[in-house]
């Protein structure tokens, strides 16, 4: 997993707004991940459910971690025994792939 979570700088990669098509296709690969908002603010999103507020808050860090090296930052709310976790692509107005190679991160910390 060290390689999947080498710093990527996506300032530097060509980043583009997803078809509608190819977010259909990327959402049925990305189990649980819903679609949430429209226009610019649309976004994937998941909820995170844990046995209690420290099992969450670890999530968070870890999650904190990836975001942190990917340079693509969720948005997050935090509850006692489970997360929300909501990703967009602010630059490009959608959705965009490191949106769901960033999901991707998320759920293989629980895996």
């Known amino acids: 997993m060290t390689s999947m979570l080498s710093k990527k700088d996506w300032s530097l990669q ?31 999103e998941k909820s995170f459910g844990f046995a209690n507020y420290y099992e969450t808050i670890s999530f968070v860090n870890a999650l904190a971690f990836i975001a942190n090296a990917q340079d693509h930052h969720p948005e997050l709310s935090v509850h ?18 490191t949106d769901f190679e960033c999901a991707s991160l998320a759920d293989a910390l629980l895996a």
Not at 86 to 91: A, I, L, Q
């Open 80 to 97: 006692y025994s489970r997360c929300v976790v909501r990703f967009n692509t602010h630059d490009v107005k959608g959705l965009s792939e």
């Open 14 to 44: 060509p980043r583009r707004a997803l078809s509608p098509t190819e977010i259909v296709t990327r959402l049925a690969a990305a189990p649980g991940w819903k679609l949430s908002g429209d226009g610019a603010d649309v976004a994937i």
